[in-house]
């Protein structure tokens, strides 16, 4: 008998810490290696969305007055990284689906050039670039290509120039019609 309840304890822990460990799977191991981040800062004003009915939303950024639509169900946070860059991520992460928009200073000039992507950037992956004209108003020249990421995978790459500001967006490859279709609503105001 003392056996059996024995037996039986040990099989109860032996199955929670499998269950407790099957999460590490989800881990990735850049993460793991990185030297830690400080977190990103929130902004300081709250991200500047409105429900247009119940499966779109539209963000407009408080200062640059630029406007695009996105899934209401998907969750949108603004982070200030220094002074000068800034993010906005737009994700449904239980799917993996989402993108995030690195808005920075442009150092380029009035274009952008695949030539000049590869050169300050040299370890992106620049896979079956493309130029090709985004917005609502469809007058924003800007490039696409499919990137690697280490822990992301295959993405897909968009770079354009908007007045003295560089906008990198990153998205998961799965959502690169998400991304399209956002771009196709994407106006400065």
Known sequence: MAVMILSAILW????RYSQNTSNLATISWSSLIQPPQPPPVQTESPPQSSIINDQLSVYTHPHLKFSFNYPSDFTLATFQEDEEN???LVQKAAEKQGFEIVIQNN???????????????????VDDPQTVIIG????I??????????????????????G??????SAYAESDTLVGRMLQTWKFN
């Not at 150092?107 to 992956?125: A, C, D, H, S, Y």
């Open 164 to 169: 003295s500001k560089e906008y990198r967006i």
């Open 107 to 125: 150092t380029t000039g009035n274009t952008l050039t695949i030539e000049q992507i590869k050169k300050e950037t040299p370890e992106t992956v």
């Open 141 to 162: 020249p800007a490039i696409i290509f499919w990137g690697q990421h280490p822990s992301l995978g295959r993405t897909r790459e968009m770079r354009f120039i908007h």
């Open 12 to 15: 109860f822990f032996a199955f």
């Open 86 to 88: 800034e993010s906005v």
């Open 136 to 139: 609502q108003e469809k007058n």
